[in-house]
């Protein structure tokens, strides 16, 4: 596995949703490359006819009995959000009206 | 100061019960303890010393009407602060939870109480449960109790400090990749990783879901059973919680190791191994063998690989779990509606300003191996190797019913040693497998170093058998325990 390029890393950063500084790029480009170079150990193994392991522990998918059950109020469960408001969250606007700029 | 802090949870709750002691004293004892100790130490990120104290007049009320309030009636416990309480400010160490209070509390917190148990605040942590160390709380370090200079372990480092200190009588931590056990090893006290699904995981802020668990850490084996089996069982707001019978662990504990048959694997014996580290698990295992257990070597011959494969999950997983936190539910917000940024800018500031370096590390590391393209040669090349890491074990419990290992590579080190990423990240070297393997793991003290630091030993059970992992651990705490006291916690 080849170090990271710069571009590689602002790339990851975007897809995570992270504003990383110059700075953070840079540290992050090395160290990010210094802890993928001991993952390609992984490579040596002989995984050929191996099923992934997703669960700990084998489990089916279980089912409730569809049935309403009490929940929190609206306003407590928007209480732990930064701009709780008319029984939803805030956020800007993703879209814009024509009377916008 | 008082000795009946140093008492274990069990006789607390005996001495409530037959009204010897208030609850109300003991929240006090304790609450005295930490306003004298945890300032050097560092333990708590909460102390709600109003409401503990409302809880303990309660349960003394309910003692003096002739009611029971449950096996741990009166006893004081703390949290980690990644398990969410009720109307106590819960903030995994980060910034971005800064204030953030939860509207309910987890079913393992629900059933400490149900049982009697209170709560006496939050305990620190690294950041999302993301360190070795506890250095990545953004709230401040933790400190070792056995010395001020040294790292409590982590990422339950608060859990693990706080019963060492008798800053409370047990806690409760969880174990992502070692975060019970590595502490508790470090700071000389009990802590238990659950079988996956064994402790519900609803309320736990979620980390790596395939490999998460809840667990107690407490001063004596018997305290550790004592708070599992209350915690224990299926729930159905976790559907990945194990429905089986939970045994009342305690009675498990007398039984002693004879005819055990308990199986030391090489691979946790490297030549490089620390002295004082191989010198401590070779007297647990030859305690063990005096006790009547059979030792038996075994190999587990895919262990080199756990490390490369946990920190390709476990970050995979964070990657995703770690997406809700976009400036719109919880806590922090930088930038809109109020300012000029976009959605998207609002999400990225958000993020960069509230998440921590460690964080940023193991998000970006999870999204690039989960990246288009990328996703067969880690992702899916990590989930194989993990079965064989599970089929490993599988093949030694054929042949043994426990296996032991020393719990960390080295005893507690200092804080800033480790600066690379990747030398922390060895110091969970010893406790990964179990995660990945999803079975039960006991962590019990093993005697002191020569510069008197507590050295652990882990014994990893099959699925869903804590009762027989427990009952060697009792056998060990009774032949080589550390017998006194963290010089810093008088």
Redesign the interface.
């Known amino acids: 596995m080849a170090a990271l390029t710069r571009e590689e890393v602002e790339e990851i950063a975007y897809l995570a949703r992270l504003a990383l500084s110059a700075a953070e790029v840079e540290r992050m480009r090395e160290e990010l490359s210094a802890i993928l170079a001991h993952m390609d150990a992984l490579a040596e193994v002989d995984t050929s006819g191996v099923a992934p392991m997703t669960h700990a522990v084998p489990m089916d998918l279980r089912l409730r009995p569809d049935e309403p059950q009490p929940s929190l109020p609206t306003e407590v469960a928007l209480a732990g959000g930064p701009d709780p408001r008319d029984g939803s969250f805030q956020v800007p606007h993703i879209i814009k009206t024509a009377s916008e700029p | 100061m008082s000795e009946v802090a140093w008492l274990s949870a069990a006789e607390q709750a005996r001495k409530v019960r037959t009204r010897e002691v208030s609850a109300r004293e003991l929240v006090h004892t304790y609450l005295d303890r930490i306003a004298a100790l945890d300032g050097a130490l560092g333990a708590y990120l909460l102390v709600d010393a109003e409401g503990a104290l409302a809880r303990a007049d309660a349960v003394d009320a309910a003692i003096a009407r002739g009611e029971d309030p449950g096996p741990l009636a009166g006893v004081p416990v703390a949290i980690k602060d990644v398990l969410v309480t009720e109307g106590m400010t819960t903030t995994a160490a980060s910034r971005i939870l800064a204030g953030?209070?939860?509207?309910?509390d987890g079913t393992a917190v629900a059933r400490l109480r149900a049982a009697g148990a209170i709560v006496l605040g939050k305990l620190n942590c690294d950041e999302f449960a993301m360190g070795s160390s506890n250095e990545n709380s953004a709230v401040k370090p933790c400190r070792n109790p056995w010395d001020l200079e040294r790292v409590p372990g982590g990422s339950s480092g608060g859990s693990a400090a706080a019963v060492a200190a008798a800053l409370c009588a047990a806690s409760l931590g969880t174990d992502t990749g070692g975060s019970i056990r590595q502490p508790a090893a470090l700071c000389g006290i009990v802590g238990v990783k659950p079988?996956?699904?064994r402790v519900s995981r609803w309320g736990a802020i979620a980390f790596a879901s395939?490999?998460d668990q809840i667990g107690p850490m407490a001063r004596t084996v018997e305290d550790a059973a004592l708070l599992l089996e209350t915690i224990a069982g299926v729930d159905?707001r976790d559907?990945?919680s194990?429905d089986a019978p939970v045994p009342r662990y305690r009675d498990a504990l007398g039984l002693g190791a004879a005819g055990l048959r308990i199986g030391v694997p090489r691979e946790y014996f490297p030549d490089a191994l620390d002295a004082e580290v191989r010198a401590a698990a070779e007297r647990a295992i030859a305690a063990l063998r005096e006790a009547g257990a059979r030792i038996v070597d075994v190999s587990l011959p895919?262990t080199?690989?756990a490390?490369?494969?946990y920190?390709?999950l476990a970050p995979a997983e964070a990657?995703s779990n770690l997406?809700r936190y976009?400036?719109?539910?919880?806590?922090?917000?930088e930038?809109?509606?109020a300012g000029k940024?976009?959605?998207?800018?609002?999400?990225?500031?958000t993020?960069?300003?509230g998440?921590g370096a460690e964080v940023?590390?193991r998000?970006?590391?999870g999204?690039?191996a989960l990246?288009a393209g990328y996703y067969d040669?880690?992702y899916?090349?990590?989930?194989?190797?993990?079965?064989?890491i599970?089929r490993d074990f599988d093949e030694a419990f054929a042949a043994v019913d426990l296996v032991i290992a020393p719990t960390t590579p080295t005893p507690a080190f200092k804080l800033g040693e480790k600066s690379?990423?990747?030398d922390m990240?060895l110091a969970d070297v010893f406790t990964l497998s179990c995660?990945?393997?999803?079975l039960p793991g006991v962590a019990v003290p093993a005697g002191l170093s020569s510069a008197g630091l507590p050295i652990g030993v882990q014994l990893l059970g099959r699925?869903l058998d804590e009762a027989t992992a427990l009952r060697a651990a009792a056998a060990l705490e009774r032949t080589v325990g550390l017998g006194r006291r963290p010089p810093h916690a008088p």
Not at chain 2, 341 to 349: H, K, V
């Open positions: 953030w209070v939860p509207p309910y079988t996956y699904g395939s490999l159905p559907a990945t194990v895919h080199r690989y490390l490369p494969t920190y390709l990657s997406a976009d400036g719109v539910r919880y806590g922090l917000r930038g809109g509606p940024a976009s959605l998207l800018d609002m999400y990225r500031q993020r960069g300003a998440f940023k590390r998000i970006m590391i999204t690039y990246r040669a880690y899916k090349k990590a989930q194989q190797v993990r079965a064989l599970k690379a990423p990747i990240y995660n990945l393997a999803g699925p």
